[in-house]
């Protein structure tokens, strides 16, 4: 069983950054995939990033490409997202989320969710 907790949300001007940290406790922690998603109010959540178990390559939704970075710490059980060049557009709750091996952008494939923090954008 793994348990998440995500935090580093906050309010921002457009074209300033975050970084959020989504730290895991369990066991195993190097043999999930991890997600991040978000959800904007009224709208379903959607995809951002993710990063392989094994091979670390990282995968990003292309609204954020070029922008976001995602990043991992195994020894630290942590997964990380660096968001640059902040748009109000990318104004929603953000939340962390693991699947065990494999490697999925589909939210419906993540076995273990944090609460998500906000983040909001500013113009």
């Known amino acids: 069983q793994v348990q998440l907790e995500e935090s580093g949300g906050g309010l921002v001007q457009a074209g300033g950054s975050l970084r959020l940290s989504c730290a895991a406790s369990?066991?195993?922690?190097?043999?999930?995939?991890m997600g991040w998603f978000r959800q904007a109010p009224g709208k379903e959540r959607e995809f951002v990033a993710n990063i392989h178990w094994s091979t670390w390559n990282t995968y990003y939704a292309d609204s954020v490409k070029d922008r976001f970075t995602i990043s991992r710490d195994n020894a630290n059980n942590t997964v990380y997202l660096q968001m640059n060049s902040l748009k109000p557009e990318d104004t929603a709750v953000y939340y962390c989320?693991?699947?065990?091996?494999?490697?999925?952008?589909?939210?419906?494939?993540?076995?273990?969710w944090g609460q998500g923090t906000q983040v909001t954008v500013s113009s």
């Open positions: 369990g066991r195993s922690f190097s043999t999930y995939t």
């Open positions: 989320a693991a699947r065990f091996l494999g490697g999925t952008a589909r939210a419906e494939d993540y076995d273990h």
